[in-house]
C-alpha cells in the first residue's frame, strides 16, 4: 500500500480522494491554484503545495509543476480525480517514467479508450454492442453521405477525439448532412486540433445507461450494476439514479456480465465505466471513461462498495477480492448535481457562500468542498456539491430527495438547488418516463422560473 498520495485535482472530488486516503491509513499531498489555497482538500490535508495560478492550464495542467510537487513531497502516486488530468495517457506515462503510480488503467487502455473510432472497434472485438456506424473516421462528404445511407437517417456526426458534447451534429435528412459534417468538424478542430469524424445511428429517444466496473489488471473484473443519468443538458448530466427504472434485472445481469468479461479479456486496472444508449431493449456502446465518475457515490449507496479505496488498493498492486457473487444491490439512490449556476439560465454564479446548511438524516450524503464563508471562484467548473440520497425503495427515494432539497440553504450565489425541486415533482420523473432529450425540452416549454 502507498504511504503518500498526491491528489491532482480540487475542489469535491479532491476531498473525496482525502478521506478515502486518511480511511487507509495514506498520507496525503494537496495541490492547489492560487485561487483555491483557502479550499477545504487543502486545510485537511497532510501537506500541500501551491502549483501556480487560477488557469488550469497554469496550475492543475500544469505537468511539470505536479512532479516537482510530487518530488518536493515524496508522495509515490499520483490520484487524478475526474477532469484536468485523469485521462491524460501523456501523464501517466511521465509518472511511471519517475516511478510514481498514477491511480488509474494503464496509458495504453486510456489511449484506447480515449480515441472513440478505436473505443469502439475495440468494444466491438470484445462482445460489447456497439451503435451502428462507420468503422473509423470519414475521410469525405461521399463516404459519409454513403454510410449515413447504409445505415438510415436521421444520423449522428461526431468527433474522433472529443467529448462533453463538443463535436457533435444531428442530420435528421441527406439534405442536412453536409452542413451537419462541417460544422462537426469546425467545431472538432477548435476543440480538440483534430477534425476527424465519424457517423452513428442517431436513436431518437434513448435513455443513457452506464455500467460501473472495477478491474485489477490481472484479469479479474466484476460490474457494480448500471447508472441511470438521462437526464441532461447539452449532454451534461445533471440527476444520475440507480438503479435505472427502465431495467429489470435480467438485463441488468445480460449488460453486466458482457462488460465485466470484456473488462477482464482487457485486462483492465481500477474503475472504469462503459457508457451506452439504451432503447427498445438494447444496448450501443458510445464510449468509455477510465476514470473516476462524477456520479460514482449513488453505485456506492446501493452496494456499500467504496469505489476510490478499491481504486487506490488496485494501483498499489492488490489483486481484486470482491467477486461478482459478492456484488448485492440494495434499494435506490439519486444524485443532484448542485452548480453554482442560476438554475433557469444556468449562467455560472461565481462568489461568497455567505450561508451553506446541507440537509442531513438517514440516507442522505452530501460531497462538497464548500463552506460558509468560501468564495467560489470564477476560473473552474460550477459544480459545487452533490446530493445524494437513498431508499430502500425509488419512491422513498423521492421523498427523501424533496425532504432534503427543502432543507438544503445555499445564500450568497445562485444554485441548481430551485431547479431539482420542480423536478422532483414532475409526474415523467416520478414515473421514471425520460430518456435523454427529456430535459431541454421540458426546460424549452415548462414555464419555470428561479
Aim: with cysteine; hydrophobic share 40%; glycine share 8%.
Amino acid at each position: 500500500m502507498f504511504n503518500k498520495i498526491l491528489i491532482a485535482n480540487r475542489g469535491e472530488i479532491a476531498l473525496r480522494v482525502l478521506r478515502a486516503c486518511k480511511e487507509l491509513g495514506i498520507e496525503t499531498v494537496a495541490v492547489h491554484s492560487t485561487a483555491d489555497a483557502n479550499a477545504m482538500h487543502v486545510r485537511l490535508a497532510d501537506e500541500s503545495v501551491c502549483i501556480g495560478p487560477p488557469p488550469a492550464r497554469d496550475s492543475y495542467l500544469n505537468i511539470p509543476s505536479l512532479l516537482a510537487a510530487c518530488e518536493i513531497t515524496g508522495a509515490e502516486a499520483v490520484h487524478p480525480g475526474y477532469g484536468f488530468l485523469s485521462e491524460n495517457a501523456r501523464f501517466a506515462d511521465i509518472l511511471s517514467a519517475h516511478n510514481i503510480a498514477f491511480i488509474g488503467p494503464s496509458a495504453e487502455h486510456i489511449r484506447i479508450m480515449g480515441d472513440k473510432i478505436e473505443a469502439k472497434n475495440t468494444a466491438r472485438r470484445l462482445g460489447i454492442p456497439v451503435v451502428p456506424g462507420s468503422d473509423g473516421a470519414v475521410t469525405t462528404d461521399e463516404d459519409a453521405m454513403r454510410i449515413a445511407a447504409e445505415i438510415g437517417y436521421p444520423v449522428l456526426v461526431k468527433a474522433a477525439a472529443g467529448g462533453g458534447g463538443r463535436g457533435m451534429r444531428v442530420a435528421m435528412t441527406e439534405d442536412e448532412m453536409s452542413s451537419a459534417l462541417s460544422a462537426a468538424r469546425s467545431e472538432a478542430k477548435n476543440a480538440f486540433g483534430d477534425d476527424s469524424v465519424y457517423i452513428e445511428k442517431y436513436l431518437l429517444k434513448p435513455r443513457h445507461i452506464e455500467i460501473q466496473v472495477l478491474g485489477d489488471g490481472k484479469g479479474n473484473a466484476i460490474h457494480l450494476g448500471e447508472r441511470d443519468c438521462s437526464l441532461q443538458r447539452r449532454h451534461q448530466k445533471v440527476w444520475e439514479e440507480a438503479l435505472s427504472p427502465a431495467l429489470n434485472q435480467e438485463q441488468r445481469d445480460r449488460i453486466g456480465g458482457i462488460v465485466a468479461d470484456a473488462m477482464a479479456e482487457l485486462k483492465y486496472s481500477g474503475v472504469g465505466t462503459i457508457e451506452f444508449l439504451y432503447e427498445d431493449g438494447e444496448f450501443y456502446f458510445i464510449e468509455m471513461n477510465t476514470r473516476l465518475q462524477v456520479e460514482h457515490p449513488v453505485t456506492e449507496m446501493i452496494t456499500g462498495i467504496d469505489l476510490v479505496n478499491e481504486q487506490i488498493k488496485v494501483a498499489s498492486g492488490a489483486s481484486l477480492t470482491i467477486r461478482q457473487s459478492d456484488v448485492t444491490f440494495n434499494g435506490h439512490a439519486i444524485e443532484c448535481r448542485i452548480n453554482a449556476e442560476n438554475p433557469a439560465t444556468f449562467a455560472p454564479s461565481p462568489g461568497k457562500i455567505t450561508y451553506w446548511h446541507p440537509p442531513g438524516g438517514l440516507g442522505v450524503r452530501v460531497d462538497s468542498g464548500v463552506y460558509q464563508g468560501y468564495n467560489i471562484p470564477p476560473h473552474y467548473d460550477s459544480l459545487i456539491g452533490k446530493l445524494i440520497v437513498h431508499g430502500r425503495t425509488r419512491v422513498e427515494c423521492m421523498m427523501r430527495l424533496r425532504r432534503c432539497l427543502d432543507e438544503f440553504v445555499v445564500d450568497g450565489i445562485q444554485s441548481t438547488i430551485p431547479l431539482f425541486r420542480h423536478l422532483v415533482d414532475n409526474q415523467d420523473i416520478a414515473n421514471g418516463m425520460y430518456d435523454i432529450h427529456w430535459l431541454e425540452k421540458w426546460l424549452a416549454t415548462d414555464p419555470f422560473q428561479a
